[in-house]
Each structure stands twice: as C-alpha cells, then as structure tokens.
C-alpha cells in the first residue's frame, strides 16, 4: 500500500542553521505530495504542495522538490528561526484519490 | 484557502458522559470528511471517512459504536466520543478535501476524567 517515510526526530538545529527533513514515499502512479506543520496545541496547515514531478513547492523560506526517480520530497530553508520549531509531517494522496497518507512527522526545535 | 473548522477546540469530560465534535467546511461543500487521532508526539492515525448522506467508513481497529460519525449535509461532520473512558482522551482533527488537497480542522483536545 501506499506509505511514506520521514527522518525521525528531534532534529535540533540552532538559528540560521540550514534544515534538510527527508521524506520518501511509496505509491502507484503520480500522487500529490505535500509537507504539513503543526505548531503546539494546533491542527495542521499546510506548508507547501507539488503535484506532478520535477515541481518545486516553496512557502516562507521553505521549499520541496518532487523527484520521482528517488520518489522524495525532502523538505529544505536555508536559514531557521526559533518560530519554525514545530512538528513536520509529509504526505502524499494518490492519484485520483482523496485519502492522506501521513508520514511519522518529525520535531524541529531551533534554539537561539 | 478553503477554510474548515473545528468545535469545540477543548473540551473536558467525565468519565461515561459522550461528547460531539463538529467539523464544518466554511466556504466549500465536502462530500467526503476525514477524521484523525493523534497520540502525544505520534502521527495522526486515521479513523474514519465521513461520508455525506451515508455510513462512515471505518478504519481497521476503529470501534464504530464508540466513535458515531455523522455527515448529514454537505458542509458538517460529526463526530461523538460515546460513554468516554481517560483512555479516549486525545486530539482529534478532522480535515476536508478539495481539489486534490485537504484542509485541516484546529483540532479538539478532549480529556476524560
């Protein structure tokens, strides 16, 4: 089945440090690949998305590549800041289909 | 961006009481709606699909009298904690899609006690 994988956590970083979060996925066809934050005590809002390959989908600073010859979608910001400390979650929804597929999520934590 | 939204964001209760969770689509109409649970520091685990105008679908594991579902319009699902024990409490998020994309609820941090 469908499934995706992403670097365990915590990953600490100090500010202005460069971030990498790397997540691959596992599914038929051309699914729609995404990177999900949440920050304490909140639900989920959407990062930034890619939907067909080769797409790069970038939101405050961060940005992700569809590469569908190593099936990834490593998240990237060149530079953190304490307020990006938060969970992480990639997700993919198969092609022509409407159900998420959560990867395990990975903390950030940005000390200053 | 589609906006969906999620009542009440906390809530407390005692042990045996059942307690309803709402998820609107404000500006849209979802026929489908997802609902998931999330353990402190795990993923979200899905539940169910909520389907509009009949039976939700239910994950393997899922305890379907205990977690009743309804999705009687195209822009509200419900989801009702039923005789609630402390192992129930957790945060709940409901999401909906559209396009291919799927928006988020804020939650609903429930506690048993």
């Known amino acids: 089945g469908d499934s995706v994988t992403q670097m365990e956590g915590p990953v600490t970083l100090s500010e202005e440090a460069f971030l990498t979060i790397n997540c691959t996925y596992t599914?038929?066809?051309?699914?729609?690949l995404f990177w999900y934050v949440q920050y304490p005590g909140e639900g989920l809002q959407l990062l930034l998305k890619?939907?067909?390959?080769?797409d790069k989908g970038s939101n405050k600073g961060f940005e992700a590549t569809y590469r569908k010859e190593t099936t990834s979608f490593h998240l990237e910001k060149g530079s953190v800041q304490v307020s990006d400390s938060a969970v992480y979650f990639c997700?993919?929804?198969?092609?022509?289909?409407?159900?998420?597929?959560f990867g395990a999520g990975t903390i950030l934590r940005v000390k200053s | 961006g589609a906006v969906v939204s999620q009542h009440p964001s906390r809530v407390i209760c005692k042990s045996g009481t059942s307690v309803k969770i709402e998820c609107r689509s404000l500006?849209?109409?979802?026929?489908?709606m997802f609902w998931y649970r999330q353990f402190p520091k795990q993923s979200l685990m899905l539940m169910a699909t909520?389907?509009?105008?009949?039976?939700?679908?239910?994950e393997q594991g899922v305890e379907k009298d205990k977690f009743l579902i309804n999705h009687a319009s195209l822009t509200l699902s419900t989801l009702t904690v039923t005789s609630a024990h402390p192992e129930d409490s957790s945060f709940y998020i409901c999401?909906?899609?559209?396009?291919?994309?799927?928006?988020f609820g804020q939650g609903t941090r429930l506690t048993v006690v």
């Open positions: 909520s389907n509009e105008g009949s039976k939700a679908t239910y």
């Open positions: 999401s909906a899609g559209r396009h291919a994309e799927a928006f």
């Open positions: 500006d849209f109409q979802a026929t489908t």
């Open positions: 890619a939907t067909k390959a080769d």
């Open positions: 599914a038929t066809g051309y699914p729609s």
């Open positions: 997700a993919l929804i198969r092609e022509y289909g409407n159900k998420l597929v």
